[in-house]
T-cell receptor, first 114, second 114 residues
Framework: GESVGLHLPTLSVQEGDNSIINCAYS??????FIWYKQESGKGPQFIID?????DKRQGQRVTVLLNKTVKHLSLQIAATQPGDSAVYFC?????????????FGPGTRLSVLP | DVKVTQSSRYLVKRTGEKVFLECVQD?????MFWYRQDPGLGLRLIYF???????EKGDIPEGYSVSREKKERFSLILESASTNQTSMYLC?????????????FGPGTRLTVT
């Protein structure tokens, strides 16, 4: 099947700095994307989603950017806090599947330094 | 809030044993999923179910089966556990066709097969 993302990298940022987490997807037909956050010992938790008819979507302290030309997603976290330390996954799907067939990336581990 | 619970957080089984992993959700969701999560590989779909007694194979169904006798409960069965099934198992649920295809995850079961 199609694959999303790269092998698990780690990103270390200073508390208060902005974080940018990247994800590459390979299915150009994918039209719906989600970012999840997974804290240690917990299941993934929804952060934000974006559809392919958008380039940017903002939430609380988070922004997702979608570049369909190069099949790239990014998650920006403003003023990173210790509670943001987690593994972040992107996931892609075709919306006609009604969310039944997501492909998940391997994730990026974010470490927030004091 | 949606709550997805899994019967065990940690499980140790021996090769050849039959293993049952149980998942229960309390929000009347039609869709339920079983994934396994391995370092560097992301989440891989084992099986999903879109209704009671209905099931669909995911990307890696070999060695697994599932049961959905009630809407709120989705069980993953390892008929004869093998060491390569040592992994983190995550259950999720979602509502189809709502425009936001967020999956709600349980905390996971870390299974070790010795």
């Amino acid at each position: 099947g199609e694959s999303v993302g790269l092998h698990l990298p780690t990103l270390s940022v200073q508390e208060g700095d902005n974080s940018i987490i990247n994800c590459a997807y390979s299915n150009s037909a994918s039209d719906y994307f989600i970012w999840y956050k997974q804290e240690s010992g917990k299941g993934p938790q929804f952060i934000i989603d974006i559809r392919s008819n958008m380039d940017k979507r903002q939430g609380q302290r988070v922004t997702v950017l979608l570049n369909k030309t190069v099949k790239h997603l990014s998650l920006q976290i403003a003023a990173t806090q210790p509670g943001d330390s987690a593994v972040y996954f992107c996931a892609e799907t075709l919306s006609y599947n009604y969310g039944q067939n997501f492909v998940f990336g391997p994730g990026t581990r974010l470490s927030v330094l004091p | 809030d949606v709550k997805v619970t899994q019967s065990s957080r940690y499980l140790v089984k021996r090769t050849g044993e039959k293993v049952f992993l149980e998942c229960v959700q309390d929000m009347d969701h039609e869709n339920m999923f079983w994934y396994r999560q391995d370092p560097g590989l992301g989440l891989r779909l084992i099986y999903f179910s879109y209704d009671v007694k209905m099931k669909e194979k995911g990307d890696i169904p070999e060695g697994y089966s599932v049961s959905r006798e009630k809407k709120e409960r989705f069980s993953l069965i390892l008929e004869s556990a093998s060491t390569n099934q040592t992994s983190m198992y995550l259950c999720a649920s979602s509502i189809p066709g709502q425009g936001v295809y967020e999956q709600y995850f349980g905390p996971g079961t870390r299974l070790t097969v010795t």
